[in-house]
């Protein structure tokens, strides 16, 4: 019913409007951006596969935000990475985050429940990769709450979000913006070559986000010619290319050393 998809696209607004301007953890990108990454949720094979050999071909590492509760399935967005794929990009310097164990949707889910997943999910890791951490969390599905951002804010260096825009001046490391370049969002790219030029201008922090990268993907993943266009246009602009984890880190570190210039934290 109409009246009814109406109140629902209000009662989510009014939750992305909340989750966005309260529990916040403000820091700024002013003295590292421009810094651009690229993150896959889900992690499908392929993400592990071509994805990672794109990326690589342009110096960059990717974040894989990864449900250990979905590995080696067929989902939606094709068979999820197995336990040696995860070793491997770990191995050659990418990095893992959060996606809950489940994959849950926060807007449907207690705090308690999404918070045990949470935990589920790093003592999985832990057990089948010991020793290796997640780096970060992306919000799986409808996004964050204003309930679970500051549990979350505890347990990582920081967490991702959507919304199809850059992290820019002063940001929050509770609900970093991203952009996700999935079939179904209808990105081009002539839309990533000014999002990619607004934030080497304002020295930000872009975050680009799919699931699957095949020559038919699903709705919710690219093409290699997409994400390779992507990320030359990135790398084009000077941006570093740095996995989340890594560059919240060094946001972090110019915050405490109170460093003015991004030329004194080097470039990689
Ligand atoms: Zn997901």
Known sequence: MPGTRLVARASGKVRRMLASRFERREASTDSVGPIVSFTFDDAPK???????EILESFGARATY???LGLLDKETEVGRIASVDDLARAVAEGCELGCHTFDHLDAW???PRDYLESVVRNRE????????????????????AT???KPAL????????????????GTIDLNLLNACFIDQWTGVDLEFIRKL?????????????????????????????????????????????LLPVGEACARLLYAAESGASSHHSVGRS
Do not use: M
């Open 65 to 67: 935000f990864v449900s």
């Open 196 to 240: 990619v030029d607004d934030n080497a201008a304002r020295r930000g922090w872009l975050i680009f986000a799919t699931h699957d990268v095949a020559p038919t993907p699903s709705p919710y993943g690219c093409s290699p010619k997409f994400l390779e266009a992507v990320a030359r246009c990135a790398s084009e602009t000077g941006s570093l």
């Open 146 to 148: 204003v309930w679970i």
């Open 46 to 52: 392929s993400a592990f596969g071509v994805g990672r």
């Open 153 to 168: 804010s505890k347990l990582f260096a920081c967490c991702r979000g959507g919304g199809q825009g850059i992290n820019a």
């Open 108 to 110: 449907s889910t207690s």
């Open 124 to 143: 999985a890791l832990h057990q089948v990769l010991p020793g290796t951490g997640f780096a970060a969390f992306a919000y799986p599905k409808s996004g």
